[in-house]
């Protein structure tokens, strides 16, 4: 399994990004997909997640209503949509899959696979 992470970057605040995690290797209509973040200095924190198959969504309170997590299933692509940035979103990004979810885990160590990263980073 791969799961490449991408479309990070620079941006001022109030801007948005959109970041994809495109996965490889097998079927993932079993998984749970998330994304957790990791700014420095501070711990891995879950962020969002989906169900692959049945697509319920689930956020951690400080993103709701300003992130959106989706996946294009033809694609084999999870999306994170971020909308009206704030410098505390700062931080490297990783995309993360449950093989075999009993629940939609929001702790680092459920997870059994990881996309290497990317980086954002919001200016005031």
């Known amino acids: 399994v791969q799961l490449q992470a991408s479309g990070g970057g620079l941006v001022q605040a109030g801007g948005s990004l959109r970041l994809s995690c495109a996965a490889s290797?097998?079927?993932?209509?079993?998984?749970?997909m998330s994304w957790f973040r990791q700014a420095p200095g501070k711990e891995r924190e879950f962020v969002a997640a989906?169900?692959?198959?049945?697509?319920?969504?689930y956020y951690a309170d400080s993103v709701k209503g300003q992130f959106t997590i989706s996946r294009d299933n033809a694609k084999n692509t999870v999306y994170l949509q971020m909308n009206i940035l704030i410098p505390e979103d700062t931080a490297v990004y990783y995309c993360?899959?449950?093989?075999?979810?009993?629940?939609?885990?929001?702790?680092?160590?459920?997870?059994?696979?990881w996309g290497q990263g990317t980086q954002v980073t919001v200016s005031s």
């Open positions: 290797g097998r079927t993932f209509s079993s998984y749970v």
């Open positions: 989906i169900i692959w198959s049945a697509g319920n969504t």
């Open positions: 993360a899959a449950d093989k075999n979810p009993a629940y939609v885990g929001v702790s680092a160590y459920e997870y059994d696979y």
